[in-house]
């Protein structure tokens, strides 16, 4: 287990390799008063049940990337005056008390990151805000892949949304981050902030009609397949 005090760091592992354990209430890091860290490429396990594979304690700003917590108390644990940290592309599983654990008044989020939305708990007037990202693919009746085709995302405010392109082989790119929950003490569910569903539509041709969908963002690199028919108009 590891401590870390200072105003910034940058730790960089080499993946699952690189592992850092907890020992009984000791979270395997912790990172106390930080004004920003870095942190990568790391597997964080076996700290107890009443401590975290990552602990921000009064620290902000820290940016979390390719990180696995698991066989811990709390994958993720925000506590004291954290604020704006951020949790990327990492996971969390096999928590013994919670996936993530949030006691602050101020928001943190996770994005593109996988945990059990049912494990997570916000005890304080703070949030945790949950984004993904997605893509789609379209086909045709056949069903045969379409390419060019022009596919919006929007959330369920209608506040935000993305715009891609399917390619030849009929999937759209990843989006980036897409805002889909902000999580609080008073309601942990994946439609907490009424970000979801999502409204994804695809344009229509010359020989197809548009098609769309909805569906709720709740898991890292969300997946929406867009069936499109052949247009009357044609």
């Known amino acids: 287990s590891t401590t870390l005090a200072n105003s910034s760091v940058t730790l960089a592992g080499a993946g699952a390799s690189t592992i850092v354990s907890g020992a009984g209430a000791t979270s395997a890091i912790t990172f106390q008063g930080f004004d920003s860290c870095s942190v990568s490429s790391l597997l ?49 599983t096999s928590s013994a008390s919670y996936d993530v654990f949030s006691n602050v008044s101020g928001n943190n989020s996770l994005k593109n990151t996988y ?81 979801n569903p999502y409204s994804i539509t695809v344009a229509a041709s010359s020989s197809l009609a548009s098609a769309s969908a909805n569906q709720n963002f709740n898991t890292l690199n969300q997946l929406v397949t867009l069936a499109m028919s052949v247009s009357l108009l044609t």
Do not use: M
């Open 44 to 92: 964080v396990q076996s700290a107890g049940a009443t401590a975290a594979g990552l602990a921000f304690a009064s620290s902000t700003n820290c940016v979390v990337t390719n990180v696995t917590s698991t066989n811990n108390g709390y994958g993720f644990w925000f506590k004291g005056s954290s604020s704006g940290n951020s949790i990327n592309d990492s996971y969390a």
């Open 115 to 195: 945990f059990n939305i049912a494990s997570t708990t916000v005890t304080s007037s703070g949030s945790v805000s949950a984004y993904y990202k997605a893509r789609a693919y379209v086909h045709d009746q056949a069903p045969t892949q379409v390419a060019g085709a022009l596919v919006t995302f929007t959330d369920g405010n209608n506040s935000a949304s993305a715009t891609l392109t399917t390619g030849a082989d009929g999937y759209t790119p990843y989006s980036g981050y897409l805002l889909a929950a902000v999580l609080t003490s008073g309601s942990i569910s994946e439609t907490a902030g009424a970000y």
